[in-house]
């Protein structure tokens, strides 16, 4: 069974706004570190935003500080990213991934979650 159902992926142009949803249908959502990280075509997987179980720590990539917006409701055991002014470099395979709270979950570029979702594409056309 999945953990992570990630949904709100589509197709948007340049300067558009999605909103990514992450439900997670485990039984210790409440103590996870989440993130989001993303696959662009032809490159490789790169993170992209994570934050601490009470939503208190939240780190970005420096590729979306200002722009995206992560966000998590405990009652809905859901994770959000809400994006905006998207580029067509956003273009990619959106995952939600989760983890123990373990160090090196702050540092987004290098953190290897365990628990992965299916993803949800997210295409930005020029």
């Known amino acids: 069974m999945v953990r992570l159902v990630e949904s709100g992926g589509g197709s948007v142009q340049t300067g558009g706004a999605l909103r990514l949803s992450c439900e997670d249908t485990?039984?210790?959502?409440?103590?996870?570190?989440m993130g989001w990280f993303r696959h662009p075509p032809g490159k490789d997987r790169e993170g992209v935003a994570s934050?601490?179980?009470?939503?208190?720590?939240?780190y970005y990539a420096e590729s979306v500080k200002g722009r995206f917006t992560i966000s998590r409701n405990h009652a809905e055991k859901t994770l959000f990213l809400q994006m905006n002014n998207l580029k067509p470099e956003d273009t990619g395979m959106y995952y939600c991934?989760?983890?123990?709270?373990?160090?090196?979950?702050?540092?987004?570029?290098?953190?290897?979650?365990?628990?992965w979702g299916q993803g949800t594409q997210v295409t930005v056309s020029s």
């Open positions: 991934a989760a983890d123990t709270c373990a160090p090196g979950w702050q540092a987004i570029a290098t953190w290897l979650p365990r628990e």
């Open positions: 485990g039984y210790d959502y409440s103590s996870s570190c």
């Open positions: 934050i601490s179980p009470a939503g208190v720590s939240i």
